[in-house]
T-cell receptor, first 114, second 110 residues
Framework: DTAVSQTPKYLVTQMGNDKSIKCEQN?????MYWYKQDSKKFLKIMFS???????INETVPNRFSPKSPDKAHLNLHINSLELGDSAVYFCASSSTWTGDYGYTFGSGTRLTVV | DAKTTQPNSMESNEEEPVHLPCNHSTISGTDYIHWYRQLPSQGPEYVIH???SNVNNRMASLAIAEDRKSSTLILHRATLRDAAVYYC???????????FGPGTRLSVLP
């Protein structure tokens, strides 16, 4: 069983479209995150949720909206996609909001906007 | 945020030990030193972390300088599967998110 799973693994879409990426963790963790890895390979935090509540929202365009229906799921919806949104998006989870015991990452969703 | 400095890349031969350095001269007393690695086309994975004392686990060892201004991740016998980008990250336990730098790209030669 995959601990943190993301779907889809690859997503190719046109500019202006709206798309969603789903993330599920079966670890019983309380906190989930979205990270973005751009073409220069830097990993940057976007959002973190603790028990379905938003606790971190970095400087991300409001076209990006996370949704956490329960603490095992954190989905990322992106409106009006732009070329610059092309990147690999990683979901992660940790057992506590302080992340004392480390993060478990998913294998990523490669988004390509054309 | 406390910053870390790592070499951009390193090379190792298979089955030899690898020492990956990390400088963190502005580390504060409450910062833990975390190491993650990212294999090609995968998400980062936890390797090891420590505060003051050296740490060992099944994956690696972490040697922390007495003044804590630097640390070294030690892979005792590199395998081809260890080729990855290794990230050294400072983080306290007050809810900071992990901030990933560019890391060190480790190549392992057969």
């Amino acid at each position: 069983d995959t601990a943190v799973s993301q779907t889809p693994k690859y997503l190719v879409t046109q500019m202006g479209n709206d798309k969603s990426i789903k993330c599920e963790q079966n670890l019983g963790h309380d906190t989930m995150y979205w990270y973005k890895q751009d073409s220069k390979k830097f990993l940057k935090i976007m959002f973190s949720y603790n028990n379905k509540e938003l606790i971190i929202n970095e400087t991300v365009p409001n076209r990006f909206s996370p949704k956490s229906p329960d603490k095992a799921h954190l989905n990322l919806h992106i409106n009006s996609l732009e070329l610059g949104d092309s990147a690999v998006y990683f979901c992660a989870s940790s057992s506590t909001w302080t992340g004392d015991y480390g993060y478990t990452f998913g294998s990523g969703t490669r988004l390509t906007v054309v | 945020d406390a910053k870390t400095t790592q070499p951009n890349s390193m090379e190792s031969n298979e089955e030899e030990p690898v020492h990956l350095p990390c400088n963190h001269s502005t580390i504060s007393g409450t910062d833990y030193i975390h190491w993650y690695r990212q294999l090609p086309s995968q998400g980062p994975e936890y390797v090891i972390h420590g505060l003051t004392s050296n740490v060992n686990n099944r994956m690696a060892s972490l040697a922390i300088a007495e003044d804590r201004k630097s640390s070294t991740l030690i892979l005792h016998r590199a395998t081809l599967r260890d080729a990855a980008v290794y990230y050294c990250i400072l983080r306290d336990n007050y809810g900071q998110n992990f901030v990933f730098g560019p890391g060190t790209r480790l190549s392992v030669l057969p």
